[in-house]
């Protein structure tokens, strides 16, 4: 008989937002009537800019006439695309990044998966914690995380605490691993790293033959100055680093998928021989053969998004986001409650008052105030005594949340 792959039953069930959905049910099933207000939606609510619906429109067009039908395209992204990226995402701000070493895709929940395929499994790998759980759950489905504790974290990750115990900048790693996950602006705690903090990982990750592998999925909301928008910003990164963008959260491109990564010409990792490998090719091998690329429609909808127009309302939409972040950050901290977030991220990170644990805090938050958010702890061990929430709500729907909690 056939086997499975073990590591897949290591996994414990993802419960988190199946059982928020069910106490929601049960509570509003028992009081019908009552209006709840959701502040834990992860997905964007508002709809795609004019200049993408607009350019979407058109790419349809192509594909109903046979001289502009496109049919497979460029696994790792057609050249219209990559060179604005190149260009506007990058060169712009100062980065070389050249079209070859950008690798279009659908969304960074994928590449931030799949990029384990070009790794070895006896790597070890660090997170922060709270995390976005995907990164551990790939390494668990790839073997690299060992067994599970009792304390919830796996036996050959090392986890990087970020409390406000250390303001929510994670230490140095102590486990010497060979791979490093950092996500900024971070999900969920919402905050940031200044460019001086990125360079002691930079630095740390060339000293030590470390892979950073850099979620920017967030960049975007990004507005305070010294805040960097690509890993690349710091001297150096393009040696150890792989950044991962999506046009999720920046553009609403949620349902229609596309994000893309890069890897920098130059980046190499050891075979075991010992020889320098440059990553830049495996990727494109592992991308050439199990991705047939991402669709020429969300390509040409996302090209729209670099010109003039599509930055402008793009920056619109983001800006609409923020004002809910606002209201949420300073309105929770006049209300008593200790937040961080918001600022250059639409989350929202706050300790739970007393001794409450994340998912007495959600209940409490939802009999007392009808409203629903995302226990800390089911982001990590460290997100137990925090909450998340977030955003992607109205106006109206955000400022009725702050009325609410501001009820004593
Ligand atoms: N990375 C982080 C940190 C996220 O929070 C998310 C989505 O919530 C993603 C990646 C997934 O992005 P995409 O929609 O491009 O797959």
């Given at each position: 008989m056939f086997r499975i792959n073990d590591n897949f039953t290591k996994l414990p069930a993802s419960y988190l937002f199946s059982e928020v959905a069910r106490r929601v049910k049960a509570y509003t099933d028992a009081n019908p009537g009552v209006e709840v207000i959701r502040m834990g939606i992860g997905d964007v609510t508002r709809p795609l800019c004019p200049a993408v619906i607009e350019a979407l429109h058109k790419a349809v067009d192509h594909e109903a006439a046979g001289e502009s039908f496109q049919g497979y395209g460029p696994e790792q992204g057609y050249a219209f695309l990559r060179d604005k990226i190149s260009l506007y995402d990058y060169k712009e701000r100062g980065i070389d990044i050249e079209p070859d070493e950008i690798f279009?895709?659908?969304?960074?929940?994928?590449?931030?998966?799949?990029?384990?395929?070009?790794?070895?499994?006896?790597?070890r790998v660090a997170v922060t914690d709270p995390v976005y759980p995907v990164y551990v759950d790939t390494n668990v489905m790839g073997g690299r995380a060992g067994e599970l504790g009792e304390d919830g974290r796996w036996s050959r990750i090392e986890y990087l605490p970020c409390t406000s115990e250390n303001s929510f900048?994670?230490?140095?790693?102590?486990?010497?691993?060979?791979?490093?996950?950092?996500?900024?602006?971070?999900?969920?705690?919402?905050?940031?790293?200044?460019?001086?903090?990125?360079?002691?990982?930079?630095?740390?990750c060339?000293?030590?033959g470390v892979l950073l592998l850099f979620d920017a999925a967030y960049e975007a909301f990004i507005r305070e100055e010294d805040v960097p928008h690509s890993i690349y910003e710091i001297e150096g990164a393009?040696?150890?680093?792989?950044?991962?963008?999506?046009?999720?959260?920046?553009?609403?491109?949620?349902?229609?998928?596309?994000g893309y990564t890069v890897v920098p010409k130059g980046l190499k990792g050891l075979d075991e021989d010992g020889?320098?490998?440059?990553?830049?090719?495996?990727?494109?091998?592992?991308?050439?053969?199990k991705f047939n690329g991402a669709s020429y429609l969300t390509q040409r909808g996302a090209e729209a998004l670099y010109s003039e127009e599509g930055r402008r309302q793009v920056k619109e939409t983001i800006d609409y986001y923020l004002e809910n972040a606002r209201m949420l950050r300073v309105g929770l901290a006049e209300a008593g409650y200790e937040?961080?977030?918001?600022?250059?991220?639409?989350?929202?990170?706050?300790?739970?008052?007393?001794?409450?644990?994340?998912?007495?805090?959600?209940?409490?938050?939802?009999?007392?105030y009808h409203i629903v958010g995302t226990p800390g702890s089911g982001f990590g061990p460290s997100g137990e005594g925090y909450f998340r929430l977030t955003a992607f709500n109205t106006h109206e729907n955000t400022r009725c949340c702050v009325e609410r909690l501001s009820l004593k």
């Open positions: 279009v895709s659908d969304g960074a929940k994928s590449d931030t998966g799949n990029i384990g395929d070009i790794l070895s499994t006896s790597n900048v994670p230490s140095l790693p102590l486990s010497k691993p060979d791979v490093v996950y950092l996500c900024y602006p971070n999900n969920p705690t919402g905050t940031t790293l200044t460019r001086d903090q990125l360079k002691v990982w930079v630095d740390y060339r000293d030590n393009k040696d150890v680093a792989i950044e991962f963008r999506s046009y999720s959260k920046t553009a609403g491109f949620t349902g229609i998928r596309l020889s320098p490998v440059e990553l830049n090719g495996l990727w494109r091998r592992r991308q050439t053969t937040v961080v977030g918001g600022i250059n991220s639409p989350y929202i990170w706050l300790k739970t008052p007393a001794t409450m644990t994340s998912w007495e805090f959600f209940d409490y938050l939802l009999e007392r």
